[in-house]
């Protein structure tokens, strides 16, 4: 590892491409890999290792920061756990089929699908994000009339009060009324020079029942208010109040649970082994080695099915107790519908296994494709790419397969970029007023740069004469 004008490069562009792939909620691995077999001329068994540490190492810090956030419009923390236990699972089984096909596929025909995958994907991302960019824009200025309306009522409002305040105190009508219709100071002194009163201590009384009506007239409509929206907003019952405060909190058992499946899958494939020897003496490509390699996927399917249908049963109390879900909550409506979300998740950790990206490409326009919204998807991608990505670095490491010194280098770089964006990168765009089409944009786009990236890499093999070896050359997973 020679620190010269490559690595440099390699460094700055990585860098922007962590800042920008984590403000999308997405590890980036499809800018890494082609960066680093671009830039530093790394195979890709050794580049798809490395980004799978760069994406890990960006999603630490995104998930720590995410976790102090809460949700903008609901009393509850902004990760959805519910979401992230549904999917982690099937999307953790995944990975292990997807790091079995990136050992057994040439690297040619692994370039070749990253390229067509990333392309639908950037496509329909895009087109998601455009149209949420017009409709926020829309709302932008719809917001703008109802204030400038609202504003106007007010004023209205105001000089109604007004009047009936001259009449209670003075018992009859004054044009000055028509010329200040605001409730300023201005006008309590005009109104009371105005007066036929001469003594200083008529005109303080005058003064005094003036504002004493007003405050009157407020505290009826501040009273009136609050009984409306008491009618409006009847309590709650209690089974609704026990709903409301279990999910106010994060629920501590649900990460418990992803975590213990994650250390199972780690375990299995510890005893597994791999290049290094098993530590129960299980040899390679024997039935008891073959069953530890296809246990996970089994297991990992398994518990996304059974904790599809816990949500269900979940759904079906939450609208017995009456609660309304907030826009771009996901619902398990219907039981039929889990192994949809089963495979979606399987699919999901196969490719982030098997092409080298984190499963944020996969899952993050997954999630806006069934309704969540963007500022809840993000932080839900970054949490489960901590955990798919982990068990694929796991899995590489166990294999023999990951390069130490470029992981660790470009692992701090990727840490550090996590950090600027969650502090600076993502509060510029807020400033900007820019809402969930911004963070749509910002994945469809890095997802089609990687699709540029791999697709030049490829041409960059065709003219080198070296395409054809990638794609006859693949590899065995028995090390034969």
Partial sequence: MDFDAYLISATLLCFVGAVLANSGGIGGGGIFVPLLLLVLRLTGGEAIPVSKVMILAGAIPATLVNLQHRHPNANRPLLALDIAILLVPATLGGTTLGVMLNVLLPEGVISFLLVFLLTFTARKTLK???????????????????????????????????????????????????????????????????????????????????????????????????????????????????????????????VAGITLLWGLLFAISFLKGGKAESPIGIKKCSGAYWFLSILPIFAGGLGSFYTGNYLYRVHQRRMAAGYKYEEGDLKIEDKNN????????????????????????????????????????????????LFTSSSTVLQFLALGRLDVMYSLYFGGICFAASLTCMFGFKAMLKKAGLGGSAIILALGFVI??????????????????????KISKSGSLCGK
């Avoid at 106007?152 to 004054?174: C, F, L, T, Y």
């Avoid at 979606?344 to 969540?372: E, F, Q």
């Avoid at 740069?449 to 070896?469: C, E, Q, R, T």
């Fill in 448 to 469: 089609a740069v990687s699709a540029l990236l791999v697709l030049f890499n490829l041409i960059m093999d065709g003219v080198n004469d070296k395409l054809g070896d």
């Fill in 128 to 254: 998601k994000g455009y149209k949420a960019f017009k409709k926020e824009r829309k709302v932008a200025a719809e917001n703008a009339d109802t204030a400038a309306n609202a504003l106007e009522n007010s004023k209205q409002k105001s000089k109604a009060n007004w009047k009936r305040i001259r009449k209670e105190v003075m018992g009859d009508e004054d044009d000055l009324c028509d010329e200040m219709p605001d409730l300023s100071l201005t006008f309590v002194v005009r109104f009371l020079k105005g007066t036929k009163e001469s003594n200083r201590e008529s005109k303080k009384q005058l003064g005094l029942g003036i504002w004493g009506a007003a405050s009157e007239i407020k505290a009826q409509e501040a009273e009136a208010d609050g009984d409306a929206a008491e009618a409006a907003e009847p309590p709650a019952s209690p089974d609704l109040a026990k709903i409301l405060k279990e999910e106010s909190t994060l629920d501590l058992k649900k």
């Fill in 338 to 385: 889990v192994w949809k979300y089963v495979l979606w998740s399987m699919g999901a950790g196969t490719g982030a296994g098997s092409l080298g990206i984190g499963g944020g490409m996969i899952l993050g326009p997954l999630l806006l494709d069934l309704g969540v919204d963007p500022v809840i998807s993000s932080p839900i991608t970054h949490f489960m790419v």
